[in-house]
């Protein structure tokens, strides 16, 4: 269904404009939308069916937005691979959606798992076929994507994303984005992420062009921009204080850029100053929400003014979200308690863990796992998180899955994971290992164990060997609260 309403509506509306660029080359959405119908043509030809899975290992590029495409036409559930996994990671993911294929890039891991089609994408290109095309998947509640998150226990999760979900969050993300028809959209973000994932099927309903970077750095964004003369992209605060201590960023003509949405985490209001003199006519939103639910408010350009610059903003119409207590009753203005939220936009649920799916709807609202407040304007403010998440530069780290690694050491008595603040990075991945008796571990021998099972993000960046045990509750739990209150107490909120 949703790309009836993206690319098949620029296919009708804006057919001659520019829709891709590809290989120095320019795209029309005609011809981008006669090639995806080619891709699914061949994907067919080679078994694909609705409800298939097919993952995609790719770094950011046009190739990744025409397979993505092609999912879509066909009704195939695309499973975009984060690319800074593991081996062990990858065939986690893969065993657990079980893809028919999967279509990647020889720079990246190729997976231990055998699967019944696979197709390296720089080595082997598919071969399309143009004489006819499938019919294009019309169900609004097919599954569109498995988005995998980081597991609380190790087991990664697929968010299951409905074709419904991303069209709620194409109009959720116009309302603060603020598309307009023949805007140039830069994929600067990974496209596995939610934050970046939806733009793919915005850009097109509104007629704006794609253009995409392999990978972020200051010095190929600001060389796109002026040569594309970008209008609206998506970054997080790491990778726009990156770009704004860059040397080289004066040299470029930014001046292109009308919108900057981040999220992950508020910026200093140090760092919106520096941005505003960078990009001089920029208007910055921040957007948060998570994989399970895309977009749930946002902080606009005119209200990003001292006072406001912690809250995470409003949700836009056509989302319901409230701050309950431990029974889930909503609670008064002010009052801490955790985020739920219902809407269109909400996921379906966790592919194969129906557990998992089960604890994290109550009463028909979904628990974000975060902790705040709503101030009387409506303003929504995050203070803690309930689940044991870190973010790290944009990216979800979930405590459990490092420590189950760590344990996994049988040099290693107890463990414990949590974030600690950082000026850079947001939070920064720390561990506090208690060894066994007798023996010996250095910080650098753990951090090269870790990097074998864990995506290179998710390693300890500190790590610390207390001669005691880890302080526990009456249960026996150990209190990370208690650990981590030495770094954050200066902070003015427990979470980056």
């Not at 994303?161 to 993300?173: E, G, I, K, R, Y």
């Not at 960046?461 to 302080?471: G, V």
């Not at 981590?484 to 107490?489: D, G």
Request: proline share 5%; aromatic share 10%; with cysteine.
């Amino acid at each position: 269904m949703i790309y009836i309403h993206s690319l098949g509506r620029a296919s009708r509306y804006y057919a001659e404009r520019t829709a891709l660029t590809k290989d120095g080359a320019n795209l029309t959405f005609r011809e981008l939308n006669a090639r995806v119908g080619a891709i699914a043509a061949a994907l067919s030809g080679h078994g694909f069916e609705v409800g298939d899975r097919l993952a995609l290992l790719l770094p950011n590029g046009p190739e990744y937005i025409e397979f993505l495409y092609a999912c879509a036409w066909l009704g195939v559930i695309a499973v975009p691979l984060n690319t800074r996994l593991s081996q062990v990671e990858i065939g986690q993911v893969l065993a657990d959606a079980s893809p028919r294929g999967l279509v990647r890039h020889s720079s990246l891991p190729a997976p231990d798992v055998q699967l019944q089609w696979q197709r390296v994408l720089d080595q082997e290109p598919l071969e399309v076929r143009n004489d006819s095309h499938p019919k294009v998947c019309y169900d609004p509640e097919a599954i569109l994507a498995l988005i995998y998150t980081s597991g609380t226990t190790g087991r990664s999760k697929g968010v299951m994303v409905t074709h419904a979900n991303v069209l709620a969050n194409v109009h959720d993300f116009n309302y603060w984005m603020r598309y307009r028809e023949g805007g140039v959209y830069l994929h600067a973000a990974p496209i596995f992420h939610i934050a970046d994932f939806p733009s793919m099927f915005a850009a097109p309903a509104f007629g704006a062009c794609q253009v995409t970077i392999p990978k972020f750095n200051p010095q190929g964004f600001c060389e796109m921009v002026e040569r594309k003369r970008v209008s609206h992209t998506v970054l997080v605060p790491t990778m726009i204080n990156l770009l704004v201590q860059s040397p080289e960023a004066k040299q470029y003509d930014l001046s292109s850029i009308e919108v900057l949405a981040y999220g992950g985490s508020p910026m200093a209001q140090d760092l919106i100053r520096r941005t505003r003199e960078l990009l001089p006519n920029v208007q910055l939103v921040q957007v948060y929400g998570l994989s399970e639910t895309g977009f749930l408010t946002g902080l606009q350009d005119d209200e990003h003014v001292e006072g406001r610059l912690l809250s995470c903003g409003r949700p836009c119409p056509g989302i319901d979200l409230q701050i309950v207590d431990e029974s889930g009753k909503q609670v008064d203005t002010g009052t801490h308690g955790e985020l739920v939220a219902r809407g269109a936009n909400v996921m379906r649920g966790y592919w194969n863990n129906s557990e998992e799916t089960a604890r994290a709807f109550r009463d028909g609202m979904f628990r974000t796992g975060d902790i705040g407040y709503q101030d009387p304007d409506g303003y929504f403010y995050i203070l803690d998180r309930l689940k044991d998440m870190i973010v790290t530069g944009g990216e979800n780290v979930y405590s459990g899955e490092v420590e189950g690694v760590i344990y996994q050491h049988p040099a290693i008595s107890e463990a414990a994971v949590f974030g600690i603040p950082d000026a850079q990075w947001g939070e920064l991945v720390m561990a506090c290992v208690v060894l066994k008796p007798g023996e010996a571990l250095s910080a650098n021998d753990l951090i090269s164990y870790c990097r074998r099972f864990l995506a290179n993000y998710k390693v300890p960046r500190r790590i610390e060997f207390p001669e005691d045990e880890l302080p526990k509750s009456g249960s026996g739990k150990i209190l990370k609260r208690v650990l981590r209150e030495r770094f954050w107490s200066h902070q003015q909120r427990a979470v980056s």
